[in-house]
């Protein structure tokens, strides 16, 4: 049976008509539909057919906007690193201990040589974050 079929359209269209989801636009129109979802969510595991299709819809809306409003662009390790260098206000010296030597950090940063497992293990560890994220 699908899920249409199993919707009362009444009370769908009683839920729709006090929700009224539309195309998240503003952060007025993200916040309110997230305090709807928090609602749904506080009666997961009792939610009605209706209220399960109304809360599909407006993550669906939420996800969407999130997509529109920030992007996930795809990066590469050196874009990676160079953002970590300036994000924390690092130069290319404070890796020379953690890459082994000024040589290794400017190839690295200069294109001219990609960051091996074993750098990006030590990376990983400098930076506090997962090491395959250099990879």
Partial sequence: MSVA???NPHRY????ARTLPTAIQTEQDFDRM??????LQAKAGSLSPEEDALFDLIA???EQYDER???VRPTTP???????????G???KDLWPVLGSKAAVSHILNGRREIS?????????????PYQLFL
Avoid: I
Wanted: no cysteine.
């Fill in 117 to 129: 497992k074993n750098q990006s293990r030590r990376l990983g560890q400098f930076f506090g974050v």
């Fill in 78 to 88: 050196l874009k990676l690193l160079r953002g970590f260098l300036e994000d924390r």
């Fill in 90 to 92: 690092l130069q290319p």
């Fill in 60 to 62: 669906a809306l939420v």
């Fill in 13 to 16: 269209s009683r839920l729709l």
């Fill in 34 to 39: 997230l305090a709807e979802l928090d609602r």
């Fill in 5 to 7: 079929l199993a919707l």
């Fill in 69 to 71: 409003r920030y992007p």
